[in-house]
């Protein structure tokens, strides 16, 4: 016969001293039991926290032996008194108290857990991810997602205050090329035709803006069959909005403010307005990356100019083939990179195209290079004067085309960094970068993409170079960056049929293929189109380095894994023979 449960009247880890004195009913798992004869100590978990549970014969013979068969993670009611705790335990929120239960309900017993319910289980992630809702259970893992819910509750709040209307758009809805491949779904009804899943809501929300709802936003599931990393996942949750009758500084002005209150909010952190701003190409000098880390220095420097002539042939010859030679400065840090640090810097730089990584030594005794012999005193003292070469300095160089040259020094800064222990995770640094090109050349189709989407505006002083030069175009494209992350990203759109009929054009869409796949927006804009823009979120990516943690997969409740799969459920799984022939579906077996 199954007793009525008692009701809980407070949560483990809520009460503190005032509370001494009074009887409390609390609910939660057994994190912890220690038998001391006449004495039972339990540590009560919930969501809250945790607190200490002691059973007493001399309180209640029953309660005790109903103590004596607790186990790791069983669900127990307890009804006690709080009284204070003889050995303060300074380490707990609730080290103060304890509670002498009078009363104790088993609600759920529990077999032993294959993961530990503790941060530091050292427990591989296949396992975490295979027990999920046991690693849930984790302090570290509730706060992150306690923490998340607080970031998506500020961002919503602030929206709807600022006349934001939240409108859901369809999950099921049209394959479009939007730069990365659809998760499709076959129609049972529609044999042979599928749905895809949005990667974005992008062709739903310009609609709304068409529709004259001009404030619109949603926190969304979006997809995309992708490639995955550390802050990629298949499914990922973004922050969309999009505004009518606005330009680039009436979207900017009102997202600082938006990024100002979730810092205020979530990390009583303060961040001064107006946020930097770079353009792509000051971004791409500077850093060698569109999405730059801005807490550290270790700038790049053209020395293309100073090289062109000299006796270093792999410098020279990147230069005749209209590529350039850059270096870093790890200033002051050159006496902790070793030979073999330095030749394990030139393997990553190979990883991102690079031949080979060319490096200088500044020391109290003077040049230590293996390419120092190539250079004339004179170039050697011009290359020192431009990268602010001093004593104690290591310069890295990179010769090969301006895209190698960015990627390879971009990402070289940035493990240098790692390994100085330059990247402070306390310290928070955002930047917005404008100005992107509106168009990229592929070299395998041979011809231009678009940047970010066929939607994006260009900047009206270049549209004429749409013609005669289109790599030049600008668009009205805006990126927020955080600490080196792209945490949103949005544009100006087309809003002018012309227009966007000559951004088909330059795309290499005929104008059949560009009404056959996107017919139902260049419908929609014969009637009165507004100028609209808007921004999108990575709330996943925008989460995980507000909580400080490396991995998307710390900030989702059941994330996929690297192969994209889910070991919790087993998915993606094969359908069976029936809902395949419903689906009009033959599988092919390799």
């Known amino acids: 016969m199954i007793s009525k449960m008692l009701k809980r009247t407070h949560m483990c880890g809520t009460l503190k001293g005032e509370n001494i004195g009074e009887n409390v009913i609390l609910s939660g798992w057994v994190q912890k039991r220690r038998d001391l004869g006449g004495l039972i100590f339990v540590d009560l978990r919930d969501r809250s926290g945790l607190i200490q549970i002691v059973f007493d014969k001399d309180i209640s013979q029953e309660a005790f032996a109903k103590a004596e068969t607790l186990g790791s993670e069983y669900v127990i009611n307890i009804q006690g008194k709080v009284y204070k705790r003889q050995s303060i335990n300074p380490n707990l929120p609730t080290g103060e108290i304890e509670i002498f239960a009078e009363e104790l309900q088993i609600l759920s017993t529990a077999e032993t857990p294959p993961i530990y319910i503790k941060d530091d289980d050292d427990v591989s992630e296949s396992l975490r991810l295979k027990y999920r809702y ?63 899943l949005p990667q974005s809501p992008q062709l739903f929300k310009q609609l709304l803006m068409v529709s004259g709802m001009e404030r619109y936003f949603q926190i969304v599931k979006c997809f995309r069959d992708e490639d995955l990393r550390a802050d990629r996942q298949p499914e990922f949750t973004q922050i969309d909005c999009e505004m009518s009758f606005v330009d680039i500084e009436d979207i900017i002005e009102v997202n600082e403010r938006l990024l100002k209150k979730v810092f205020q909010e979530t990390l009583d952190i303060t961040i001064e307005l107006p946020i930097q701003r770079i353009s792509y190409k000051e971004a791409m000098e500077r850093y060698g990356s569109d999405k730059p880390d801005i807490r550290f220095g270790f700038e790049l420097v053209d020395v ?142 041979n011809r231009y993409v678009a940047k970010h989407h066929p939607f994006t505006s260009p900047m009206e002083e270049d549209l004429e170079l749409l013609d005669t030069a289109p790599e030049k175009v600008r668009a009205k494209a ?113």
């Open 304 to 445: 293309s100019e100073i090289v062109k002539n000299c006796g270093f042939k792999v410098f020279s010859a990147a230069i005749e083939n209209k590529g350039a030679v850059k270096a870093i400065n790890i200033a002051g840090h050159g006496d902790k990179f070793s030979r073999k640090d330095i030749t394990a810097l030139e393997d990553i730089a190979k990883t991102y195209g690079a031949k080979g990584l060319a490096w200088i030594k500044v020391t109290e005794e003077g040049i230590t290079s293996p390419i120092a012999k190539f250079f004339t005193e004179e170039e050697m003292k011009e290359i020192l004067q431009k990268t602010n070469g001093k004593v104690g300095d290591l310069l890295l160089f990179v010769a090969d085309k301006f895209e190698v040259v960015y990627d390879a020094l971009g990402h070289l800064r940035l493990e240098a960094a790692k390994r100085l222990n330059l990247l402070n995770p306390d310290e928070y640094k955002l930047v917005w970068v404008t100005e992107f090109p509106l168009l990229e050349h592929d070299e395998e189709e």
């Open 478 to 590: 805006y990126d927020i960056v955080l600490n080196g992350h792209e945490i949103g990203g949005g544009s100006i759109r087309i809003y002018s049929t012309e227009v966007q009929q000559k951004m088909f054009e330059v795309l290499g869409f005929s104008q059949e293929e560009a009404w056959e796949k996107f017919g139902f927006l260049l419908e929609a804009f014969k009637y009165g189109t507004p100028p609209h823009g808007g921004i999108a979120y990575g709330l996943d990516r925008l989460v995980m380095i507000l909580a400080q943690e490396e991995n998307i997969r710390q900030v989702i409740a059941f994330p996929k894994t690297q192969n994209a799969t889910c070991t919790l459920t087993n998915a993606p799984s094969y359908a069976d023979e029936k809902q395949l022939k419903e689906l009009s579906i033959e599988v092919e077996t390799k």
């Open 134 to 196: 046991l690693d849930l259970r984790k302090p570290s893992m509730q706060k992150n997602l306690i923490f998340r819910s607080k970031v998506a509750n500020v961002v919503r709040n602030f929206l709807a205050e600022e006349g934001f209307i939240e409108i859901e758009t369809p999950m099921l809805t049209k394959p479009t090329p939007e730069g990365a491949r659809d998760y499709l779904v076959p129609s049972r009804v529609n044999p042979g035709k599928f749905f895809a």
